[in-house]
C-alpha cells in the first residue's frame, strides 16, 4: 500500500458528507491492505502517529523542498522512516530530524505532503473518528462493530483490532480479553447542560465528583502494580503514592479506575498545572512527593482476582470497589433520583473547588473507548471575549480556511493585547468561511502558515479552566478553549483583561 492510497482516501473522507460514505472508503482501503500495513493506515486515518510524539512540530516543516511528481513511497516505508526521526535523540539531533524530513518530503507528492503535514501536526480532521473507523473495520472484516470496539477496548488499541478483525475474523476478536498489565481503553463522559437533564437520560443514576487531575488506570499482579494515563502511557516510576495505594489493597490482582491529583491542606484541589507538573516529571522524586503530594479517588473496578467485571452493572462494579478499597481513597458517590438531593450533591462538589459532578447510569457496563450518554459530566462552562490578534492556516478538511485562532486578552496598563493561546475548535464550515474573509480583510502581515490581523475582533471562548505556562507573555493558558461565537457586538477594548485571566488561574 503506498501513502498516496492514505492521501487519496483521506481526501474523499473529507469530501464525503455521510458517514455510511466515509465507512465504505475506509473499508475499501483497509481490504487492500497487507496485515502490517492495516495498523498503520487505521492509525494514520485517524490523525495519530503509531509513536504518538516524534519530536517534529510546525517549526520544524517550514521551508520543506518541493514536491515530488510521482508517487512512489510505501506506507510501511513512511513509518519506518518516522519512527527514525522519533528515535533520534543526542546533539545535533534537532538538524538530524529536519534533514531526514525534509528528505522524506522530498519524495512525496503534493497530496502526500499535505497529508503528512496534517498528520504531524494534529490538524488532519477528516471525520475519521474512533466510531466510525471502527465500523469501517467492521464493514472490511464483515464482523459485528461490537465486536471490534470490544477487542479495541480491550487491547487499548483499535488499530490492533483491526489487524486482528481483517485476519482472524470474530473468533480472533473474541479471543482478545482483558490481562492484567496492559491498559485498556478508558470509558469517556459525555456533557449535559444541568443535573437534572442528565438524570432523565441514565436514571436510576449515581452521581460522584468531578475531578481536575490526572486520569489513572491502576493495574495490580501480586505486588506488580502499573499506573497508566488515559492516553495509556505507563507513569509508574512518577506516582509512588499510587503504587502504595494498589498495593495496600487486599487484593491479588485488580484494575482500577480513578483519579490522581493534588490537594491544598484544606482538602481543595490546587491548580491543574501542579497536579500536571508532578506527574510529568521523574526528577527529585521525593522533594516533588513533599512539596506536592497526590490524593488517589477510584471510581471503577474492573478487574477482581481473576474476574473480569467490565460486563457487570456500575452498581454491581462500584459495591466491590468499596469492599476492597479504604473510605477515603473512593471518589465521593451519591445513589438518588432526586433532583433536588443531586442539586445539592452537585453543589457542595462546586463549593469544594471541584469541576461539578458525573452522573452515572447504575445498569450500564463498562464501555470504553468512545463518548456515550450512560456517563455524563455537568460542570459550569467558563466563557471569556477576547481578542483575534492571528490565525493559521487549515489543513485536511479545512485546507483553504484560515483556523487556528491566536487568542488575546487586553492589557490596559500596557494599552496592548496578551496572547493566551489558539484554538480550533467548535467552529462551523459556515463560520470558518466567515472568518477566513473578515480576518482578510484584518491583514496587517502573513507568511506561508499565518495571518496577523488587526486586533478588532472580539470571540466568545468557552474553556474548562486556567492555568499556567511559560509559552505565552501572560504567564497563562486556557484549558480546552472552544469558539461560542463573535461578538460583534463588543469592541477590542470591551474585551476581558489579562487581569481576571489570572484572578480565574488564582481563584
Given at each position: 500500500?503506498?501513502?498516496?492510497?492514505?492521501?487519496?482516501?483521506?481526501?474523499?473522507?473529507?469530501?464525503?458528507?455521510?458517514r455510511?460514505?466515509?465507512?465504505?472508503?475506509?473499508?475499501?482501503?483497509?481490504?487492500?491492505?497487507?496485515?502490517?500495513?492495516?495498523?498503520?493506515?487505521?492509525?494514520?486515518?485517524?490523525?495519530?502517529?503509531?509513536?504518538?510524539?516524534?519530536?517534529?512540530?510546525?517549526?520544524?516543516?517550514?521551508?520543506?523542498p518541493?514536491?515530488?511528481?510521482?508517487?512512489?513511497?510505501e506506507?510501511?516505508?513512511?513509518?519506518?522512516i518516522?519512527?527514525?526521526?522519533?528515535?533520534?535523540?543526542?546533539?545535533?539531533?534537532?538538524?538530524?530530524?529536519?534533514d531526514?524530513?525534509?528528505?522524506?518530503?522530498?519524495?512525496?507528492?503534493?497530496?502526500?505532503?499535505?497529508?503528512?503535514?496534517?498528520?504531524?501536526?494534529?490538524?488532519?480532521?477528516?471525520?475519521?473518528?474512533?466510531?466510525?473507523?471502527a465500523?469501517?473495520?467492521?464493514?472490511a472484516?464483515?464482523?459485528?462493530?461490537?465486536?471490534?470496539?470490544?477487542?479495541?477496548?480491550?487491547?487499548?488499541?483499535l488499530?490492533?483490532?483491526?489487524?486482528?478483525?481483517?485476519?482472524?475474523?470474530?473468533?480472533?476478536?473474541?479471543?482478545?480479553?482483558?490481562?492484567?498489565?496492559?491498559?485498556?481503553?478508558?470509558?469517556?463522559?459525555?456533557?449535559?447542560?444541568?443535573?437534572?437533564a442528565?438524570?432523565?437520560?441514565?436514571?436510576p443514576?449515581?452521581?460522584?465528583?468531578?475531578?481536575?487531575?490526572?486520569?489513572?488506570?491502576?493495574?495490580?499482579?501480586?505486588?506488580?502494580?502499573?499506573?497508566?494515563?488515559?492516553?495509556?502511557?505507563?507513569?509508574t516510576?512518577?506516582?509512588?503514592?499510587v503504587?502504595?495505594?494498589?498495593?495496600?489493597?487486599?487484593?491479588?490482582?485488580?484494575?482500577?479506575?480513578?483519579?490522581a491529583?493534588?490537594?491544598?491542606?484544606?482538602?481543595?484541589?490546587?491548580?491543574?498545572?501542579?497536579?500536571a507538573?508532578?506527574?510529568?516529571?521523574?526528577?527529585?522524586?521525593?522533594?516533588?512527593?513533599?512539596q506536592?503530594?497526590?490524593?488517589?479517588?477510584?471510581f471503577?473496578l474492573?478487574?477482581?482476582?481473576?474476574?473480569?467485571?467490565?460486563?457487570?452493572?456500575?452498581?454491581?462494579r462500584?459495591?466491590?470497589?468499596?469492599?476492597?478499597?479504604?473510605?477515603?481513597?473512593?471518589?465521593?458517590?451519591?445513589v438518588?433520583?432526586?433532583?433536588?438531593?443531586?442539586?445539592a450533591?452537585?453543589?457542595?462538589?462546586?463549593?469544594?473547588?471541584?469541576e461539578?459532578?458525573?452522573?452515572?447510569a447504575?445498569?450500564?457496563?463498562?464501555?470504553?473507548?468512545?463518548?456515550?450518554?450512560?456517563?455524563?459530566?455537568?460542570?459550569?462552562?467558563?466563557?471569556?471575549?477576547l481578542?483575534?490578534?492571528?490565525?493559521?492556516?487549515?489543513?485536511?478538511?479545512?485546507?483553504g480556511?484560515l483556523?487556528?485562532?491566536?487568542?488575546a486578552?487586553?492589557?490596559?496598563?500596557?494599552?496592548?493585547?496578551?496572547?493566551?493561546?489558539?484554538?480550533?475548535?467548535?467552529?462551523?464550515?459556515?463560520?470558518?468561511?466567515?472568518?477566513?474573509?473578515?480576518?482578510?480583510?484584518?491583514?496587517?502581515?502573513?507568511?506561508?502558515?499565518?495571518v496577523?490581523?488587526?486586533?478588532?475582533?472580539?470571540?466568545?471562548?468557552?474553556?474548562?479552566?486556567?492555568?499556567?505556562?511559560?509559552?505565552?507573555?501572560?504567564g497563562?493558558?486556557?484549558?480546552?478553549?472552544?469558539?461560542?461565537?463573535?461578538?460583534?457586538?463588543k469592541?477590542?477594548?470591551?474585551?476581558?483583561?489579562?487581569?481576571?485571566?489570572?484572578?480565574i488561574?488564582?481563584?
Open positions: 500500500m503506498r501513502l498516496s492510497d492514505l492521501a487519496n482516501t483521506s481526501t474523499a473522507v473529507t469530501e464525503a458528507s455521510a455510511t460514505a466515509k465507512i465504505a472508503l475506509l473499508a475499501d482501503l483497509l481490504r487492500a491492505g497487507e496485515p502490517e500495513e492495516v495498523p498503520i493506515a487505521v492509525h494514520y486515518l485517524s490523525g495519530e502517529l503509531p509513536q504518538r510524539q516524534i519530536g517534529v512540530g510546525w517549526a520544524t516543516l517550514r521551508d520543506l518541493e514536491p515530488a511528481a510521482e508517487a512512489e513511497l506506507l510501511t516505508e513512511v513509518d519506518r518516522l519512527g527514525e526521526i522519533g528515535a533520534t535523540t543526542g546533539p545535533g539531533s534537532q538538524a538530524r530530524r529536519r531526514s524530513l525534509s528528505a522524506l518530503f522530498a519524495r512525496a507528492t503534493v497530496g502526500e505532503q499535505a497529508f503528512l503535514r496534517g498528520l504531524l501536526t494534529g490538524e488532519l480532521r477528516q471525520g475519521a473518528l474512533d466510531g466510525v473507523m465500523d469501517a473495520v467492521a464493514k472484516a464483515q464482523v459485528p462493530a461490537t465486536e471490534v470496539r470490544r477487542a479495541a477496548m480491550l487491547g487499548g488499541d488499530a490492533g483490532a483491526a489487524r486482528t478483525a481483517l485476519r482472524d475474523g470474530v473468533p480472533g476478536l473474541r479471543a482478545v480479553g482483558l490481562v492484567v498489565g496492559r491498559p485498556i481503553q478508558p470509558m469517556l463522559a459525555g456533557t449535559a447542560d444541568s443535573v437534572e442528565a438524570l432523565a437520560k441514565t436514571a443514576s449515581a452521581l460522584e465528583w468531578k475531578l481536575d487531575g490526572i486520569r489513572v488506570q491502576i493495574h495490580r499482579d501480586g505486588d506488580r502494580v502499573q499506573v497508566f494515563t488515559r492516553s495509556l502511557d505507563d507513569i516510576d512518577r506516582l509512588p503514592e503504587v502504595e495505594l494498589a498495593r495496600a489493597l487486599p487484593v491479588t490482582a485488580a484494575v482500577l479506575d480513578g483519579e491529583l493534588a490537594l491544598a491542606e484544606d482538602g481543595r484541589p490546587r491548580p491543574f498545572q501542579e497536579t507538573s508532578r506527574t510529568g516529571s521523574r526528577r527529585n522524586l521525593e522533594q516533588l512527593r513533599e506536592i503530594p497526590l490524593t488517589v479517588f477510584l471503577d474492573l478487574h477482581l482476582d481473576g474476574r473480569d467485571l467490565i460486563d457487570l452493572p456500575s452498581w454491581e462500584a459495591e466491590l470497589l468499596a469492599s476492597i478499597a479504604p473510605p477515603e481513597a473512593v471518589a465521593p458517590r451519591l438518588t433520583d432526586d433532583p433536588q438531593a443531586a442539586e450533591f452537585a453543589k457542595d462538589a462546586l463549593e469544594r473547588g471541584h461539578g459532578v458525573v452522573v452515572k447504575l445498569e450500564a457496563p463498562y464501555a470504553a473507548g468512545r463518548r456515550g450518554s450512560v456517563w455524563l459530566k455537568v460542570k459550569p462552562v467558563h466563557t471569556l471575549d481578542v483575534v490578534i492571528a490565525a493559521e492556516w487549515g489543513h485536511g478538511r479545512r485546507r480556511w483556523s487556528n485562532l491566536h487568542l486578552a487586553r492589557d490596559p496598563d500596557g494599552g496592548g493585547f496578551v496572547m493566551l493561546g489558539k484554538t480550533f475548535k467548535g467552529m462551523t464550515d459556515e463560520l470558518l468561511a466567515w472568518q477566513t474573509e473578515r480576518l482578510r480583510e484584518l491583514q496587517t502581515e502573513a507568511d506561508d502558515w499565518t496577523r490581523v488587526r486586533p478588532e475582533l472580539v470571540v466568545e471562548i468557552a474553556f474548562d479552566g486556567v492555568q499556567r505556562s511559560t509559552r505565552y507573555p501572560g497563562v493558558t486556557l484549558r480546552f478553549a472552544r469558539v461560542l461565537r463573535y461578538r460583534d457586538d469592541r477590542a477594548q470591551d474585551a476581558d483583561t489579562i487581569e481576571a485571566v489570572r484572578a488561574a488564582g481563584g
